[in-house]
């Protein structure tokens, strides 16, 4: 599967932003999604997941109650939908995937098969 990230962009601090991870082919919904961020000079990191239906996601806690992860299956593609947004939530964000069995979903990158090119979001202050 292919995915494409968009929707990043300059907001100011208490904007709010929502991305989008359009997928390729015909099994979207075989896959657990997942988003991740890196700021400048950070390592990447763990932001939140999806399992392939949408009824069971997971936050960092960072985000948590701040960022909304979703999915529509019939357009493959998953949302991140971010509230309140903070200068400290400048970062490049990717999107990412894997096939899933069950009602899984993952937090750990190296749990990925793919990603996106990302998408850069940059809060001012």
């Known amino acids: 599967v292919q995915l494409q990230a968009s929707g990043g962009g300059l907001v100011q601090a208490g904007g709010s932003l929502r991305l989008s991870c359009a997928a390729s082919g015909r099994t979207f919904s075989s896959y657990a999604m997942g988003w991740f961020r890196q700021a400048p000079g950070k390592e990447r990191e763990f932001v939140a997941t999806i399992n392939w239906n949408g009824g069971s996601t997971y936050y960092a806690d960072s985000v948590k109650g701040q960022f909304t992860i979703s999915r529509d299956n019939a357009k493959n593609t998953a949302y991140l939908q971010m509230y309140s947004l903070k200068p400290e939530d400048t970062a490049v964000y990717y999107c990412?995937?894997?096939?899933?069995?069950?009602?899984?979903?993952?937090?750990?990158?190296?749990?990925?098969?793919?990603w996106g090119p990302g998408t850069l979001v940059t809060v001012s202050s």
């Open positions: 990412a995937g894997v096939l899933a069995a069950g009602g899984s979903w993952y937090k750990e990158g190296w749990e990925y098969d793919y």
